[in-house]
């Protein structure tokens, strides 16, 4: 069984920064394709997935901005966002890719707004 744990959300204004992070507990492991997910109220989006080797993809909606990273020896992803627009706000959850939503943790909220 593994858990994880969403950290870091928060309030910024717009062309703002927030890092994020996930840390995993049970049996993570490491060849585990990672993703970011969010959730909006009207829509779910895949935002990012990092593959064991550390190759990365991105929604259109966020490459350039956003970068997804890893730390298999902490068993922790996090996802560097910058100028955060006022279509990012949602809550963000990581798991390992293919997971249904109904398995997720708790997700991080992040809020844009002047």
């Known amino acids: 069984q593994v858990q994880f744990v969403e950290s870091g959300g928060g309030l910024v204004k717009p062309g703002g920064s927030l890092r994020l992070s996930c840390v995993a507990s049970?049996?993570?492991?490491?060849?585990?394709?990672m993703a970011w997910y969010r959730q909006a109220p009207d829509k779910r989006e895949l935002v990012a997935t990092i593959?064991?080797?550390?190759?990365?993809s991105y929604a259109d909606s966020v490459k350039g901005r956003f970068t997804n990273s890893r730390d298999n020896g902490k068993k922790e992803v996090y996802l560097e966002m910058n100028d955060l627009k006022p279509e990012d706000p949602a809550v963000y959850y990581c798991t390992k890719m293919g997971t249904g939503h109904d398995a997720w943790g708790q997700g991080t909220q992040v809020t844009v707004s002047s």
């Open positions: 049970g049996s993570f492991k490491s060849i585990w394709t």
């Open positions: 593959r064991a080797d550390r190759t990365t």
